[in-house]
């Protein structure tokens, strides 16, 4: 049996992952809403890129819930955590590459440093949602092993 402490970091992380998935699940909904460009319908932008970017951030925080865990090195920025993420064979590096796009996605979305390209986002939504989900299956593998 695991020791208290580890079951409940695994619990803490198969909860975020559930959320994360629902929260994929919300945008890719919202998305499928219309065949109109999200440019055109801006309420339905709005909700896609929330719950996108949410995955995107619940991503991070379970990787870095990990690597306090683990005592593995600090991350120095919120894509470094997968790269820890990846040296520590948590993660494959197609997926650890995947999640530092989506680190970086995150960071766009939620300061808006340049204008949101809506474009960009369901593209994400489309083509790269399912690389949040490898992450996330990658992840429950690890947990499972503990």
Known sequence: MKPPL???MSIANK????????CLQYARTFEAESDA????DMARAGKVTHFFTLACMLSIDIARGIIKDNGF????TYADSFAVLEEEKILSAQAAAS???????????AHQTMAIDYDIIQNAVLHNAKDVEAFADEVEKYLEGL
Not at 15 to 22: D, G, V
């Open 99 to 109: 999640m530092k796009k989506a680190a970086a996605f995150r960071n766009e979305a």
């Open 15 to 22: 909860k975020s992952i559930a959320r994360l998935r629902e």
């Open 6 to 8: 580890q079951m409940a």
């Open 37 to 40: 460009p999200l440019s055109q």
């Open 73 to 76: 090195r600090p991350p120095k």
